[in-house]
C-alpha cells in the first residue's frame, strides 16, 4: 500500500503559520487609533511652537541641493538666498498647507498593501530611503536614482 497522507505535521503547521502570517501582515498595515489626541500642550504652546516654525522657515530656510527642487520651491512662491537655501513666505506656506488633504493613500503594486496615513490612520511601511546609503561595492556616499532603484527592489522583497 502506496497511499500518500495528506497534511501531516508539516502542513498543519505551515497552513496556521500562513493564516497568521495573513492576519498579522493585515494588522501591521493598516492601524485605527482608537483614541482621542493626547493634547500635551495648550492652544497657546501649540500657536507658539507653530510660530517659532515659521520663523525658522522665513529666516534661516532650508538647505536645498538639487536644481530642479529649488526651481519647484520659487515657482511656488518661495525666495532662493545664498548657497541655495530656500527661504519660506510663511503666508504662501499658509495658504499652499490649506490645500493638503487630511489623509494620504500610498498605493503599492499589490493593492493588499496600499496604506492610508492620516486621520485616525495609522501608517505602517516603508518609505522612498535616505540621502545617504553604504554598500559592500560602493561604500558610503549620497544617494543616486540607481541606489534608491535597488533599494525599493529590497523593500519590496522584504516586505
Known amino acids: 500500500m502506496n497511499t500518500r497522507r495528506s497534511g501531516g505535521r508539516r502542513a498543519r503547521a505551515a497552513k496556521r503559520a500562513?493564516?497568521?502570517?495573513?492576519a498579522f501582515d493585515a494588522a501591521w498595515r493598516q492601524w485605527k487609533n482608537p483614541y482621542a489626541p493626547?493634547?500635551?500642550?495648550?492652544?497657546?504652546?501649540?500657536e507658539a511652537i507653530h510660530n517659532a516654525s515659521l520663523?525658522?522657515?522665513?529666516?534661516?530656510?532650508?538647505?536645498?541641493?538639487n536644481d530642479e527642487a529649488r526651481a519647484?520651491?520659487?515657482?511656488?512662491?518661495m525666495r532662493e538666498g545664498e548657497d541655495h537655501v530656500i527661504h519660506f513666505d510663511p503666508d504662501v506656506l499658509m495658504e499652499?498647507?490649506?490645500?493638503?488633504?487630511?489623509?494620504?493613500?500610498?498605493?503599492?503594486?499589490?493593492?493588499?498593501r496600499t496604506v492610508t496615513i492620516?486621520?485616525?490612520?495609522?501608517?505602517?511601511?516603508?518609505?522612498?530611503?535616505?540621502p545617504n546609503c553604504s554598500d559592500l561595492?560602493?561604500?558610503?556616499?549620497p544617494a543616486r536614482f540607481k541606489t534608491m532603484t535597488t533599494s525599493a527592489k529590497w523593500r519590496r522583497r522584504l516586505m
Open 72 to 77: 519647484f520651491y520659487v515657482k511656488a512662491g
Open 38 to 46: 493626547i493634547e500635551q500642550f495648550s492652544a497657546d504652546e501649540i
Open 137 to 141: 561595492q560602493g561604500g558610503a556616499g
Open 118 to 130: 492620516g486621520g485616525r490612520q495609522v501608517g505602517i511601511t516603508t518609505s522612498a530611503g535616505s
Open 96 to 112: 499652499l498647507m490649506a490645500h493638503a488633504p487630511p489623509e494620504v493613500t500610498l498605493h503599492s503594486h499589490n493593492p493588499a
Open 55 to 65: 520663523k525658522v522657515l522665513r529666516d534661516t530656510g532650508i538647505k536645498v541641493l
Open 18 to 22: 500562513n493564516a497568521a502570517e495573513r
